[in-house]
């Protein structure tokens, strides 16, 4: 029983690094708290329904934005470069970002969504002139990319945790 | 969830009976059924089963007390299938639920289209209850 307790504290204490890191906020309590008796897996399938959208999402602004590097004769001519930035349609941008932003919102994946916001700030910057927008979008993939990627291990360890008390025959702790 | 919350919730919102007669039950009291309008699917899933969670069905072909509208969809937004709905007659609540909108001229767009309460998300059982007493208020 004392291997159960250990896991348990081990989790409380995982869960409140978690909140105090910034990775969670609040409304990923509020998902704790919908999960109940008729449905204990509910958190874990919310969670894995936001890594699906999560991992198409990425893909779509992948594309989207490295179109230019589609022709290798443009990444030594600048002004090739500001040609095709043209073709980038920001909006669509926006709409991926825009909805990344909500689904982590909704989970409490708060370092995601402050990513999102400086993400669709730059978005609405489509109209000034020159590469600039383009590369801070470019930059702003990367952290969205790099964020997602440390929220999705944490809360999958997290997950693990969980998965241990249960099969040692312990209680997950309340929330 | 708390099931102290849950239960002051339901009680507030009139899906448990207050009266005794249905001995505390939900037989006896309001039945409330809505729909989630959303075209993401983290939030449908949330949004459904905070509803449920208070007792309240989510239904796809029925007439709806409660509906709760997202704004950003691709192919219709909130703003216009609100209109459309009120241009149709429908009389249920609609509550718009939306991220936080820079342009206040787009949320005041919203609520003309017809919407009975807007709330930010994401949203919380709190915020819901808040809407639903709207519901409770029109009836």
């Known amino acids: ?175 | 969830m708390s099931s102290t919350n849950t239960e002051n919730w339901m009680k507030d919102i009139g899906v448990v009976d207050l009266t005794g007669v249905g001995g505390g039950s939900t037989s006896a009291a309001t039945k409330i059924t809505a729909l989630v309008v959303d075209d993401d699917s983290v939030n449908q899933t949330i949004h459904s089963k905070m509803l449920e969670n208070l007792g309240i069905q989510n239904q796809v072909e029925t007439i709806f007390d409660l509906i709760l509208m997202d704004m950003d969809m691709p192919v219709m937004n909130g703003i216009e299938a609100t209109r459309k709905l009120r241009e149709m007659g429908v009389r249920s609540i609609i509550a718009g639920v939306s991220t936080c909108t820079r342009d206040e001229r787009e949320q005041k767009e919203f609520m003309e289209a017809g919407l009975d309460d807007f709330q930010e998300k994401p949203l919380t059982t709190p915020k819901l209850v808040s809407i639903l007493h709207k519901l409770n208020k029109k009836c």
């Open chain 1, 1 to 175: 029983m004392d291997g159960v307790v250990q896991l348990q504290k081990q989790l409380v204490d995982y869960i409140a690094s978690l909140f105090h890191e910034g990775f969670l906020d609040e409304q990923f309590n509020q998902l704790q708290q919908l999960q109940d008796e008729s449905n204990p897996d509910f958190v874990v399938e919310v969670v894995s329904l936001f890594f699906e959208d999560s991992e198409r999402l990425l893909n779509e602004l992948a594309k989207a934005l490295w179109v230019p590097f589609r022709s290798s004769s443009s990444f030594f001519n600048p002004n090739i470069l500001f040609r095709e930035q043209e073709t980038i349609d920001f909006r669509k941008v926006d709409a991926h970002v825009h909805q990344f932003k909500g689904s982590s919102s909704s989970i409490g994946a708060h370092r995601v969504q402050n990513v999102c916001i400086t993400f669709r700030n730059y978005c609405e910057e489509q109209n000034v002139e020159g590469v600039e927008p383009w590369h801070r979008c470019l930059k702003c993939l990367q952290q969205v990319k790099h964020e997602y990627s440390l929220v999705r291990n944490k809360l999958e360890t997290l997950f693990q945790l969980e998965k241990q008390i249960i099969a040692a025959g312990g209680s997950l702790p309340a929330t």
